[in-house]
């Protein structure tokens, strides 16, 4: 899955418990990103960091938080604050300019109960 | 808001036609546009992409068309095979003015080829 390593690949929890979801990349971009997937939907950024110890809330952050201390790692923590936290959560890559390419891990399904 | 959206939930076709996936975005400042194929279960991966200034480009047996006067898009696939059936998504990245990029996707098309 182009160097971006996802884990692990199914998850679950109780309510109210935080979880936290891994990304590693070796590909040495700059541009990591956080996306959710419902069925029957696209794609939903909910973090974005476009270099290490910098990151921007997507259009659904609530209830997420994140971390870049390393280049290579952006760790998802999906709060007890998301109502509804059960969905495919997709980790993505991109050099940046010129190109807007995103490479994407294989993903994690959560499943909170 | 902007939104990026396609017209056709399901297509089937049969195996060995053509098959033409179409996606309609509505944010003129859109500066580039990608396709992605996700099968069940697995991540994204990139088809094809297409700068504003260009109208056409062409893969390996794909072939984008970009129409920015109605702000339409297209992938077709020619010869389509069992291996094509996933979902496509289309996605635009809007002009950045912050130096940062996003990519907003649409909701995408499940192709099904059938034998």
């Known amino acids: 899955d182009g160097g971006i390593t996802q884990s692990p690949k199914y998850l679950f929890r109780k309510e109210g418990q935080n979880v936290t979801l891994s990304c590693e990349q070796n590909?040495?971009?700059?541009?990591m990103y956080w996306y959710r997937q419902d069925p029957g939907q696209g794609l939903r950024l909910i973090y974005y960091?476009?270099?290490?110890?910098?990151?921007q809330k997507g259009d659904i952050a609530e209830g997420y938080s994140v971390s870049r201390e390393k280049k290579e790692s952006f760790p998802l923590t999906v709060t007890s604050a998301q109502k509804n936290p059960t969905a495919f959560y997709l980790c993505a890559s991109s050099i940046g300019r010129p190109t807007y390419e995103q490479y994407f891990g294989p993903g994690t399904r959560l499943t909170v109960t | 808001g902007e939104s990026v959206g396609l017209h056709l939930p399901t297509l089937s076709v049969q195996e060995g036609d053509n098959s033409i996936i179409n996606c309609a975005y509505s944010?003129?400042?859109?500066?580039?546009f990608i396709w992605y194929k996700q099968e069940s279960g697995k991540g994204p991966q990139f088809i094809i992409d297409?700068?504003?200034?260009?109208d056409k480009r062409q893969g390996q047996r794909v072939t984008v068309l970009l129409n920015k006067t109605v702000k339409h898009l297209s992938l077709q696939i020619a010869a389509t095979q069992p291996g094509d059936s996933a979902v496509y998504f289309c996605?635009?990245?809007?002009?950045?003015?912050?130096?940062?990029?996003?990519?907003?996707f649409g909701t995408g098309t499940q192709l099904k080829v059938e034998l």
């Open positions: 297409i700068r504003s200034n260009m």
């Open positions: 944010n003129s400042a859109s500066d580039y």
């Open positions: 590909l040495n971009h700059d541009a």
């Open positions: 960091s476009q270099i290490v110890n910098d990151f």
């Open positions: 996605a635009e990245n809007k002009a950045p003015t912050g130096g940062g990029n996003k990519l907003t």
